[in-house]
């Protein structure tokens, strides 16, 4: 059974950091690439970064609402992608989902609340 567990969400101050965690079963992990989304209230899924394979061709995206304050990474040992936010800013604000879609799959995890508030 494939699980996709996130946790590290809360309630944050503007300019505030937190990190996500999102740690993966049933799959081999270091054969997929993982990727955040986030769904603010009355919005649609965005995609906030990706991170593919490890190896020569491997790389990350980023979303340019998040470029410069958010880094994604990925532990193979731990089966493990995180999500660290730093300066966060009101417009964060949502429910942060670790995924990974390919032509034959499409793995969720239930979501993680990031709220960013005075």
């Known amino acids: 059974q494939v699980q996709f567990v996130e946790s590290g969400g809360g309630l944050v101050q503007p300019g505030g950091s937190l990190r996500l965690s999102c740690v993966v079963s049933?799959?081999?992990?270091?054969?997929?690439?993982m990727s955040w989304y986030r769904q603010a209230p009355g919005k649609e899924h965005e995609l906030v970064a990706t991170?593919?394979?490890?190896?020569?061709?491997?790389?990350?995206i980023y979303a340019d609402s998040v470029k410069g304050r958010f880094t994604i990474s990925r532990d193979n040992a731990k089966n493990t992608v995180y999500l660290q936010m730093n300066s966060l800013k009101i417009e964060d604000t949502a429910v942060y989902y670790c995924?990974?879609?390919?032509?034959?799959?499409?793995?969720w995890g239930q979501g993680t609340q990031v709220t960013v508030s005075l």
């Open positions: 991170i593919t394979t490890p190896g020569p061709d491997g790389r990350t």
């Open positions: 049933g799959i081999t992990f270091r054969d997929y690439a």
């Open positions: 995924r990974s879609l390919g032509r034959t799959y499409d793995y």
